[in-house]
């Protein structure tokens, strides 16, 4: 099975508004201030796309866990 690019571009944007909308919230339980929050949750949200994007991409080069398709198997 290979995957697009496009593909990990799409995965990493939706994770990260999930993980930055999490990140804002705990950002703002902690300081009690939705300003620190929403800076906490800019920074993380760039910084964690980019190292997500490039985790993506590394794991498509590794077969650990996949299983041809051409191939007869049975669980």
């Given amino acids: 099975m290979i995957e697009k690019k496009y593909r990990s571009v799409v995965k990493t944007i939706s994770w990260r508004a999930v993980g930055t909308l999490d990140t804002i919230f705990i950002s703002w339980l902690i300081t009690g201030t939705w300003t620190y929050a929403f800076s906490i949750g800019g920074v ?5 796309m980019l190292l997500f994007y490039f985790h993506e991409r590394a794991w ?3 077969n650990f866990g996949r299983i041809k398709e051409d191939m007869d198997y049975q669980i």
């Fill in 60 to 62: 498509t080069r590794i």
């Fill in 44 to 48: 993380e949200l760039f910084t964690k």
